[in-house]
């Protein structure tokens, strides 16, 4: 079952800015606190970003504070990430997910596909 699905990634010069999006299924409560994780190139941990609450509070990692905002819309169940000032390090696939990321049954985690984010100096 596809419960994510990311978009709105790309190749940009540092600076540029980039929107990402992210359908989430309606099998996932709208009330879930959502987050938007990266992977970097040959880092095997993802990290934890930019996150919303169901109320909108919002909150950010130090490396994207001031440039990333996060934001929801409930009607569309879609979550947003507006990255600005790109630079050359937050090249990473961006996922989303709910806040401590959704567990399967086998017991892992489950993850979209992602978007590639690729920013060029």
């Known amino acids: 079952q596809v419960l994510l699905v990311e978009s709105g990634g790309g190749l940009v010069q540092a600076g540029e800015s980039l929107r990402l999006s992210c359908v989430v299924s309606?099998?996932?409560?709208?009330?879930?606190?959502m987050g938007w994780y990266r992977q970097a190139p040959g880092k095997q941990q993802r990290e934890l970003v930019a996150?919303?609450?169901?109320?909108?509070?919002?909150n950010y990692a130090d490396a994207v504070k001031g440039r990333f905002t996060i934001s929801r819309d409930t009607a569309k169940n879609t979550v947003y990430l507006e990255m600005d000032s790109l630079k050359p390090e937050d090249t990473a696939v961006y996922y989303c997910n709910t806040v401590g990321p959704i567990a399967t049954t086998e017991g892992t985690n489950y993850w979209g596909q992602g978007t590639q984010v690729t920013v060029s100096p």
């Open positions: 996150t919303i609450t169901k109320d909108a509070n919002t």
């Open positions: 309606e099998s996932i409560p709208r009330s879930t606190p």
